[in-house]
């Protein structure tokens, strides 16, 4: 079992920035996928980016702005947004999966571990 929790959510007006964190608990490993991704309300879950084999991946809609990374000491991974858009608006989720992988895990139902989500709002 792999806890996970968010933090750093909060409502930021456009153009700003926020930082996510992630820490995560029980049977990790240095080697396993962590990803970020983000629900709109009444939406399915929607990849944002991910750490897996030592890449990183990004949706389009966030490449250039977000930057994922991951302090294994710490057993955390980050999720550093800027140029925030009103559109970023959402539920931020972090993810964990012992198994890599990349086309396949932009998929959230690859994803075996779950965050509780952190709110983020970005205002005009």
């Known amino acids: 079992q792999v806890q996970l929790v968010e933090s750093g959510g909060g409502l930021v007006q456009a153009g700003g920035s926020l930082k996510l964190s992630c820490a995560a608990s029980g049977r990790t490993f240095s080697s396993a996928a962590m990803g970020w991704f983000r629900q709109f309300p009444g939406k399915e879950r929607e990849f944002v980016a991910m750490?897996?084999?030592?890449?990183?991946y990004y949706a389009d809609s966030v490449k250039g702005r977000f930057t994922i990374s991951r302090d294994n000491a710490k057993n955390t991974v980050y999720l550093q947004m800027n140029s925030l858009k009103p559109e970023d608006t959402a539920v931020y989720y972090c993810a964990h999966d012992v198994n890599p992988g990349a086309t396949m895990k932009r998929l959230s139902r690859f994803w075996a571990d779950w965050g509780q989500g952190t709110q983020v709002t970005v205002s005009s």
């Open positions: 750490w897996s084999v030592g890449s990183t």
